[in-house]
């Protein structure tokens, strides 16, 4: 079974078989499409129309039991094409030590995407994580250090080295159940 993330312009359909969790995009989201869905399918889901989803690689992953509601963050991003190797795993490296310097961060996910599905998309990443508040997210998360210091510098086109191209998909919004499981974690 494969894990997929999907961005689309309504929830999923009555009877879409593995869905884990659905909802809108909180406000503050950008590049979606209005509505996030993850779901395990075997082959690429059906979509509604204009609707995009991936397939997810794990690079990395941890699970931390955290009870009741939270915040499912995904954020799908391009790594411009001829990025080294090495570059490519320094990139890696800072997000997944990003939950070690920023403590709201609950569960969290790093993959590479493996497919792709509905309207044709450029992402090559994808970091989720779960937070127990939006203010985890929107507060720690985007105003920590080690974010600015270490994470941003591959984002932002005026620094160089940086290598995400400036189009992403930034997207939050309540889940009831866990998204990221056990069964997804190292």
Sequence with gaps: MTRW???????????????????????????GHGFSWDLDAGAAPELPAHAEAVALRPVRAAFVPTTGPRIKRTLLLTVRTGTSADVLAEFESD????PDHIATIRSWALSRVARRAGRASPWTHVWEQEYATVEGLT?????NPYHWAHVDRWFDGEVPGS????????VFRHSDPPVLTAADSD
């Design 5 to 31: 993330v999907v961005l689309a312009a309504t929830m999923p359909g009555p009877g879409l078989a593995g869905v884990r969790s659905a909802g809108p995009d909180l406000p503050g989201s950008v590049g």
């Design 95 to 98: 997000l997944i030590a990003m």
């Design 139 to 143: 507060g720690e998360y985007l105003l």
């Design 163 to 170: 290598i995400v191209e400036p189009g992403l998909a930034h």
